[in-house]
């Protein structure tokens, strides 16, 4: 279950790099989108436990509790479910496991850490204004987003490292593009000094550029700009400059949480290694864009053996190993060592 729908720009490669590993690990998926309403959760999870194809397991992404709902709703179904990407944030969750026995695990992103990552690699290549400091606009998510709160963390960990840089504002573009964009526009005004644009993701940043450019203005010259997402445009702005940053690779982790599933509803169950797994992101610029944009690549997703991740398939395998270079090395030769 996504939050958004397979058109997204983020989510997109989600589900492609999701339907790849299901057919090579020879599961069925079907795909449940909330479409910016997590109010249609309870009846999606609820259609899905009534139909013909009843779930054997659930993947979801938890935003404004959606999460929640699909945990309360698989347990009276006794249905096991795995949330990754977006957290829930309820206390009256629990830990997987701990309130609810088929809650049975959840896999993050390292949020705060590419929010920081991202912030450090902007400030470092920001130009001071007149007063001497760098100037930093930040554009977040969406309220009630464990990914907006953890970007914003990082942002401002990074802050407090960087006496140099100062914060001038941070809002809510709620993942929209068109949104940050008209604030830009505003803000710019406000700030016409500003150095350093960060973004919570590729898409604002997009948003933002379109922004500069009509008021005549050139990331790279007047500004840096940075976003988080490893999105197919924003690997593009990067090649080209638009872009100095974009932090990613989180958008592999529904199909590394399929894995698990698949080794769980075989009989291997994947809590000694934890039931709350973190994963890192890895800031692409273009220094390194040539290395990883292989993994971005949808005609290289059928060519990996997901198989090769699993215990189930690997009885040897003593630690589950999920991370972009793990990835990397599944890829046939040619290209995984492309360009590096």
Do not use: C
């Not at 009276?76 to 795995?82: D, F, I």
């Not at 930040?138 to 990082?154: I, V």
């Not at 593009?236 to 698949?262: C, P, Y």
């Amino acid at each position: 279950m996504i939050p958004r729908t397979s058109q997204d720009m983020f989510y997109g490669p989600v589900v492609g790099f999701l339907q790849a590993a299901a057919k090579n690990l020879n599961m069925d998926i079907e795909l449940l989108e909330n479409d910016n309403n997590h109010l249609s959760t309870a009846g999606l999870v609820e259609d899905a436990l009534q139909g013909d194809h009843r779930p054997d397991a659930f993947i979801a992404v938890s935003v404004k509790e959606s999460g929640f709902t699909t945990v309360k709703l698989a347990e009276q179904a006794k249905v096991p479910v795995m949330i990754e990407n977006g957290a829930i944030l309820s206390p009256v969750a629990g830990a997987p496991r701990e309130h609810f026995a088929y809650y049975i695990g959840e896999m993050l992103p390292s949020e705060e850490m590419a929010g920081y990552e991202l912030a450090k690699y902007l400030i470092a290549h920001g130009k001071p204004a007149r007063n001497g400091k760098i100037q930093v606009l930040a554009f977040n998510g969406a309220f009630g987003s464990s990914a907006s709160d953890g970007r914003e963390k990082g942002l401002r960990r990074a802050l407090l490292e960087f006496p140099q840089a100062e914060l001038k504002q941070i809002v809510s573009a709620r993942w929209e593009p068109e949104t940050a964009q008209a604030m830009f526009t505003g803000l710019i005004k406000r700030y016409p000094e500003t150095s350093v644009v960060w973004s919570a993701s590729d898409g604002m940043a997009l948003g933002v550029l379109k922004a500069a450019k009509a008021r005549g203005l050139v990331s790279g010259r007047d500004f840096v700009i940075g976003g988080i997402d490893w999105s197919a445009e924003g690997l593009a702005a990067v090649r080209s400059g638009a872009l100095q940053a974009t932090a990613g690779g989180h958008f592999m982790e529904a199909a590394w949480a399929l894995v698990l599933v698949h080794d769980y509803l075989a009989g291997v169950d994947f809590k000694n290694e934890g039931l709350r797994i973190k994963t890192d992101m890895t800031l692409l610029t273009k220094a390194n864009a040539d290395r990883y944009a292989p993994l971005l690549d949808p005609v290289n997703w059928a060519k990996i053996d997901f198989s090769r991740l699993s215990k189930v398939h690997n009885p040897r395998l003593k630690k589950y190993s999920f991370s972009v270079e793990t990835v990397l090395k599944l890829l046939p030769q040619e290209q995984g060592s492309a360009k590096r």
